[in-house]
């Protein structure tokens, strides 16, 4: 977490600018009120990877904020979500504290969301695997208590609107999202209800050929390759979330084709 310690140790967040590092300085707070001089600092350009892991990481967490109040309360089950990214990324305690406090600036009443989601498709700097992880992190924040309800999906379709995400994508992302939860889920299920989450996994029909199935692997593994995913600018603390996605997709395509092959 190379970008951390230049966050505390000069001003990381300052240099970002915008409503971004408004939303960070703010989060860290007293961290910057010690008379730091940046003045003289070369700001990083926009691609800068060090940059674009800490933009990820101040909008996945403020945003995920504003979409657990915005249905106008936030459920444990949306605490429980938030907590989890924060324990997979292995986050200390400093971290952690700021983590929360980003997702609290993302429950105010004026969190400036459309401004962060500029700054932020602006900072991914067109990488569209950055921002489409971005979308099922926050999709499945949305989904944490196994629904989508009218306000969460409508602010899903603005933010989403905003990352230049077409309605189309946007319901695909939502439809594997919800594979996602039911095929890594702790209860037990049937065998086609299984075999139904895994085609859901690959945003696929049933009804597509082997070649199609075989091809929404091979796109969704190069979408989600841990590697990369941290080499476009994904923090190499979400490693594990990266892997346990492909993990997953692995295991729907293994399951599809087991399943046509004793059926053959």
């Given at each position: 977490m190379s970008?951390?310690?230049?966050?505390i140790g000069g001003g990381f967040g300052f240099m970002l600018?915008?409503?971004?590092?408004a939303v960070l300085g703010a989060a860290i707070g007293h961290q910057f009120d010690k008379g730091l001089d940046f003045s003289g600092m070369a700001q990083p350009g926009i691609g800068n990877q060090e940059r674009t892991q800490l933009a990820f990481f101040t909008a996945t967490f403020s945003v995920m904020g504003y979409l657990a109040k915005v249905d106008g309360q936030v459920s444990k089950d949306e605490i429980r979500m938030a907590e989890m990214v924060m324990s997979q990324m292995h986050l200390n305690a400093e971290q952690r504290k700021t983590a929360i406090e980003l997702f609290n600036q993302g429950k105010a009443a004026d969190f400036p969301l459309h401004d962060?989601?500029?700054q932020f498709r602006q900072e991914c700097?067109?990488?569209r695997n950055l921002t489409q992880m971005f979308m099922e992190i926050l999709i499945s924040m949305c989904m944490a208590d196994g629904r989508l309800d009218a306000a969460e999906n409508h602010a899903l379709k603005d933010i989403g609107q905003h990352l230049g995400?077409?309605?189309?994508?946007?319901?695909?992302?939502?439809?594997?999202?919800?594979?996602h939860q039911s095929f890594a889920g702790e209860r037990p299920v049937s065998r086609a209800d299984s075999l139904a989450s895994a085609y859901q996994v690959l945003g696929?029909?049933?009804s597509a050929s082997d070649a199609e199935i075989k091809k929404a692997y091979r796109r969704l593994m190069g979408q989600h390759h841990p590697d990369k995913l941290v080499s476009k600018g994904?923090?190499?603390?979400m490693i594990q979330m990266a892997t346990e996605k492909t993990r997953e997709i692995r295991k729907a395509y293994d399951t599809i084709k087991d399943t046509r092959q004793s059926t053959h």
């Open positions: 970008w951390w310690g230049k966050l600018g915008g409503p971004m590092g962060m989601l500029a700097h067109r990488r995400f077409p309605p189309m994508l946007l319901e695909q992302l939502i439809q594997m999202v919800a594979g696929v029909d049933s994904l923090p190499d603390e």
